[in-house]
């Protein structure tokens, strides 16, 4: 690519927004993720009798199967909210930029 | 020409698995009917589509890449079905039938870098390479040194990886079907090189798509079957499994005990998966892009909801299989005690596809297991020629004055040549304790690819000697780690204690990786380090927008 090309790319409002908008957007969500991760798989390390305790007296079923199986509801449901997000608002803004570049 | 070849080596293929099954029943071994009619019918489907794919695929990019016209969901499904690999269908209900609760650990770690994958590397690794991760990390960075260390590392995940599925294969196939071992090993590879040589990508993608599809279909119907059992009740599964295997199954047992094992783990699976070759490789068959995000999206939920239905056929096969006399392998338990099953615990979830549907059934999950190792070892072999032909030939040695159907015939040759080292590893491999080989494989990914590629794409300071000199570091930290480690250092050589007393190198190569890097590019002042600094933002900006990115090729 050019550098003409690049510096106008780089100074055109809708780049900077969308790096800003886009990059905070998935350093929150890669933040979640790897917050519910660690968080479930230091507790095993820690304190795995914790996710051993009984959801109820009657029940055998223990605390660990629903966080562990929130934990791969979580992480689809992070991929489906990224994925919705990108296509939509952030191509839009990419699409603006590529306008742009191509009117000249 | 190539159709008679074609149809010569597809008759040929034949004869070898026909020859095979006669051996099978002369050795006394269950001959398994359905599975071996549902095997054939899998077989021909995929070769004729490997003809149809064969007519499509014309140039280098059809054969890498597929043309590159691949949907998003198309993607997603094959690269579900490139992930969900017989040992994973196989190996994780086997742990969750052996030890409950520890099977949806180890399943867990394996999903949770998918989303990291589609934040941070999905999109610019679609909007900066062409056909391999290579063409990423060497984009501003110089070609010879840079592509010979990434495809080492790609060819070295490649063919540990496909050391496994072999044996697994062999091993499989020898009891599902009564083939010899060899037999086996043998058919998986020319098969594999059949669908890769004359269909490339678009064969190998739609192998894998159905491949997933059989694969989920089969999978929900056992764990339907199994709640079905038991009204849909998860309390009533879970008791009348405690009541045979003991409340332990229900918590976190010793699969990860110590906090550095589970951190070490968790960073080999998630920065591992981001950096194997023939996943990052998928990313190159969509048009652009929002296909490629959407490929990540599918694929975690085709994943995820395939760990959740291996979690309920683990429990299946406790209720149904274990302690039933029908599964019972008496031979061992008379030695032993207990009452292991036929085959060993891997052998759990096939047990199941007998016990909730019959022969008829068990055949199908035969068949089904047999072509996701197909599906596996095509992708990958794929993966690895790909680091032949386009890094290695075509742009370390030929320096990129090479025109794309010569590439694309040194690719070929490289498929065959890799099938061959494939099925000789498998078969050297066959007696070999070979626990340490997927884990190695996964090191070396998160320690020597994935953060050369990573920083390639973030960190504008990133210099060919940092990389060079941090990536072979993280290698070598990591296979010295592994062979020092409890497995190789023990198990395998028979020491007392290991040297390095974790299970997982992945924590400290790929610290020592990331480190490396950064400090051998901070210190390069060379005039080439300058020039590669500069670049970064002419990368950048076409990683964010996709802005002069390659398209998809019209058909």
């Given at each position: 690519m050019e550098k003409e090309l690049v510096e106008k790319i780089k100074a055109n409002p809708d780049y900077q927004t969308l790096l800003q908008r886009r990059g905070g957007f998935a350093i929150k969500l890669t933040i979640a993720m790897l917050v519910v991760y660690f968080a479930f798989i230091l507790t095993i390390a820690f304190d795995p009798a914790l996710l051993g305790t009984r959801l109820s007296p009657e029940s055998v079923t223990t605390v660990g199967i629903p966080v562990g199986i929130s934990v791969i509801i979580f992480a689809f449901i992070l991929t489906g909210i990224y994925t919705k997000r990108a296509n939509g608002e952030f191509d839009d803004l990419t699409n603006k930029i590529k306008e742009s570049v191509k009117e000249n | 020409m190539v159709n008679r070849i074609f149809l010569f080596?597809?008759?040929?293929?034949?004869?070898?698995?026909?020859?095979?099954?006669?051996?099978?029943?002369?050795?006394?071994?269950?001959?398994?009917?359905?599975?071996?009619?549902?095997?054939?019918?899998?077989?021909?489907?995929?070769?004729?589509?490997?003809?149809?794919?064969?007519?499509?695929?014309?140039?280098?990019?059809?054969?890498?890449?597929?043309?590159?016209?691949?949907?998003?969901?198309?993607?997603?499904?094959?690269?579900?079905?490139?992930?969900?690999?017989?040992?994973?269908?196989?190996?994780?209900?086997?742990?969750?039938?052996?030890?409950?609760?520890?099977?949806?650990?180890?399943?867990?770690?394996?999903?949770?870098?998918?989303p990291i994958i589609l934040f941070m590397i999905a999109e610019p690794l679609r909007n900066l390479g062409k056909y391999t991760f290579a063409d990423v990390a060497s984009y501003r960075l110089r070609q010879t040194p840079i592509r010979t260390l990434a495809a080492s590392g790609s060819i070295a995940t490649v063919i540990l990886y496909l050391i496994a599925q072999m044996v697994g294969s062999g091993k499989l196939i020898q009891l599902l079907f009564g083939l010899q071992y060899e037999v086996a090993v043998i058919l998986v590879g020319v098969l594999m090189i059949l669908y890769v040589t004359f269909g490339g990508m678009l064969a190998t993608t739609w192998v894998q798509i159905i491949k997933a599809f059989l694969l989920l279909s089969g999978a929900t119907f056992m764990a339907v079957a199994v709640m079905a059992h038991y009204d849909f009740s998860f309390s009533s599964l879970f008791s009348h499994a405690t009541e045979l295997k003991g409340e332990s199954i229900m918590s976190p047992g010793g699969l990860v005990s110590d906090p550095i094992s589970a951190i070490s783990l968790a960073v080999a699976l998630m920065f591992g998966t981001a950096g194997l070759p023939h996943i990052l490789m998928r990313f190159f068959t969509v048009a652009d892009a929002k296909e490629a995000r959407k490929s990540v999206f599918y694929a975690t939920g085709f994943i995820g909801y395939f760990y959740i239905l291996t979690f309920i056929i683990g429990f299946g096969a406790i209720v149904m299989v274990f302690q039933n006399p029908a599964y019972l392998d008496s031979a061992k338990a008379a030695i032993e005690g207990g009452s292991p099953i036929l085959g060993g615990n891997n052998m759990a979830a096939i047990h199941l596809s007998h016990a909730v549907g019959g022969d008829f059934f068990l055949g199908f999950i035969s068949a089904v297991a047999f072509a996701t190792i197909l599906a596996v070892v095509s992708g990958l072999t794929l993966a690895g020629a790909s680091a032949i032909s386009h890094d290695l030939y075509a742009s370390v040695i030929k320096k990129g004055n090479v025109d794309s159907m010569k590439e694309m015939k040194v690719s070929k040759i490289a498929t065959v040549a890799l099938g061959i080292v494939a099925i000789i590893m498998g078969i050297a491999f066959e007696k070999q304790n070979i626990a340490f080989v997927v884990g190695l494989a996964f090191a070396i990914a998160a320690s020597a690819n994935f953060p050369i590629l990573f920083l390639s794409m973030y960190w504008k300071k990133l210099t060919t000697r940092g990389a060079v000199i941090g990536g072979s570091l993280g290698l070598a930290t990591a296979v010295l780690l592994v062979i020092l480690g409890p497995i190789v250092w023990?198990?395998?050589?028979?020491?007392?204690?290991?040297?390095?007393?974790?299970?997982?190198?992945?924590?400290?190569?790929?610290?020592?990786?990331?480190?490396?890097?950064?400090?051998?590019?901070?210190?390069?002042?060379?005039?080439?380090?300058?020039?590669?600094?500069?670049?970064?933002?002419?990368?950048?900006?076409?990683?964010?927008?996709?802005?002069?990115?390659?398209?998809?090729?019209a058909h």
């Open positions: - | 080596l597809i008759l040929g293929s034949i004869a070898v698995f026909a020859s095979g099954a006669i051996e099978g029943e002369v050795q006394k071994q269950a001959l398994n009917v359905s599975a071996i009619v549902m095997f054939l019918l899998f077989v021909g489907a995929t070769l004729g589509i490997t003809y149809w794919a064969a007519k499509r695929t014309k140039s280098a990019k059809d054969f890498y890449t597929a043309g590159g016209g691949i949907t998003g969901f198309q993607n997603g499904m094959a690269i579900a079905g490139d992930y969900m690999s017989a040992a994973s269908f196989l190996g994780i209900s086997g742990l969750v039938y052996l030890k409950g609760y520890d099977g949806l650990i180890y399943s867990i770690g394996f999903l949770v870098g998918w023990v198990q395998i050589l028979g020491n007392e204690e290991a040297i390095f007393p974790y299970k997982y190198p992945a924590l400290f190569s790929v610290t020592v990786s990331f480190v490396a890097i950064w400090f051998f590019s901070i210190t390069d002042n060379s005039q080439n380090a300058k020039d590669e600094q500069e670049a970064f933002e002419a990368q950048y900006v076409r990683s964010q927008t996709g802005i002069g990115a390659e398209g998809a090729s």
